[in-house]
């Protein structure tokens, strides 16, 4: 998968459910990652190998990947959520970032 | 407590050349792939380079593929990228990044503070 690609921004009211997708040529071939970052901080993995979560990420924060779309899921989208995200995905030779979908909360 | 640090960034003028380092500690360093991941200023995250848990394996960016060379050394457990003929656009934050297994390619499960590079005249 050489590029993936991100819609640049969504919005979502604090509650709702915030699904971000990641786009890339027969993407459920690879494993995808998310990372999240907020403003002068640096990246949190949030999600990994699709659908797992590191220690100490909540559970509102899920992924999947299907086809041709990997997606990040929050349900009940807190204040906090409030950041960049970013998918990746290791194509054997290497990495692809996605370029960011910066979520708004409001 | 895993921790990885980055250090070495500065000015430097087009054409020149900088180390960075990244001091690692918390885990079992010779274990785990590395990698390192820049941001320019307001832009998204760019994947520099990785290299295996031995450093006998490393993979790069085309972008800078040829300029830049990443090594580590297991016994003082710290990560180094060589910047070398650095250009205007390689401007930005770098970050080492911890790789979560052995495995190249595995997810970056942690990530330093980040260094600035500015490359200016």
């Known amino acids: 998968s050489s590029e993936l690609t991100q819609p640049p921004s969504m919005s979502v009211s604090p509650g709702q459910t915030a699904s971000v997708t990641c786009s890339g040529d027969?993407?459920?071939?690879?494993?995808v990652s998310w990372y999240q970052q907020k403003p002068g901080q640096s990246p949190v993995l949030v999600i990994y190998e699709d659908t797992k979560r590191p220690s100490g990420i909540p559970e509102r924060f899920s992924g999947s990947n299907s086809g041709n779309t990997a997606l990040l899921t929050i349900s009940g989208t807190q204040a906090m959520d409030e950041a960049d995200y970013y998918c990746q995905a290791w194509d054997s030779r290497s990495v692809v970032f996605g370029g960011g979908t910066k979520v708004t909360v409001l | 407590e895993v921790q990885v640090v980055e250090s070495g960034g500065g000015l430097v003028q087009p054409g020149e050349s900088l180390r960075l380092s990244c001091a690692a500690s918390?885990?079992?360093?010779?274990?785990?792939?590395m990698n390192w991941v820049r941001q320019a200023p307001g832009e998204g995250l760019e994947w520099v380079s990785s290299?295996?848990?031995?450093?006998?394996?490393?993979y790069y960016a085309d972008s800078v593929k040829g300029r830049f060379t990443m090594s580590r050394d297991n016994s003082k457990n710290t990560l180094y990228l060589q910047l070398k003929s650095l250009r205007a656009d390689d401007t930005a934050v770098y970050y080492c990044?911890?790789?979560?297994?052995?495995?190249?390619?595995?997810?970056?499960?942690?990530w330093g503070q980040g260094t600035l590079v500015t490359v200016s005249s």
């Open positions: 990044a911890k790789g979560a297994t052995i495995g190249v390619g595995s997810p970056f499960d942690y």
């Open positions: 918390g885990f079992s360093f010779s274990n785990y792939a």
């Open positions: 027969k993407l459920e071939n690879y494993y």
């Open positions: 290299i295996s848990d031995t450093g006998g394996r490393t």
